[in-house]
């Protein structure tokens, strides 16, 4: 089986910075795409960031030049680094990845069970 183990939410004032690490852990072939989601109170889970195996990344319009995503392939980890937080952006995050878990089988995506980001004012 494969699992997403989240971790560095939590509470921060605006301005602020936290950086969120997910790993990848179990039956792993290969993963392509690592991203990250959000969902505030009231609203649709949203897309905050994707990361391709090769290193392209995609964010959405209302944290870019604040949030920056990597990963570290050899360890099947993605992070997202916030910077300049808002309060706007308290919401739980997920981590999602496209993994195939072995050859023979297609990719198909994962999510970890989320972690809470609140930004105070």
């Known amino acids: 089986q494969v699992q997403l183990m989240e971790s560095g939410g939590g509470l921060v004032q605006a301005g602020g910075s936290l950086r969120l690490s997910c790993a990848a852990s179990g039956s792993i072939f290969s993963i392509n795409a690592m991203g990250w989601y959000r969902q505030a109170p009231g609203k649709q889970r949203e897309l905050v960031a994707t990361?391709?195996?090769?290193?392209?990344?995609n964010y959405a319009d209302s944290v870019k030049g604040r949030f920056t995503i990597s990963r570290t392939n050899a360890e099947n980890t993605v992070y997202l680094q916030m910077n300049s937080l808002k309060p706007e952006d308290t919401a739980v995050y997920y981590c999602?990845?496209?993994?195939?878990?072995?050859?023979?089988?297609?990719?198909?995506?994962?999510w970890g069970q989320g972690t809470q980001v609140t930004v105070s004012s």
């Open positions: 999602n990845a496209d993994i195939k878990k072995y050859s023979w089988i297609a990719f198909r995506g994962y």
């Open positions: 990361i391709t195996s090769g290193g392209s990344t």
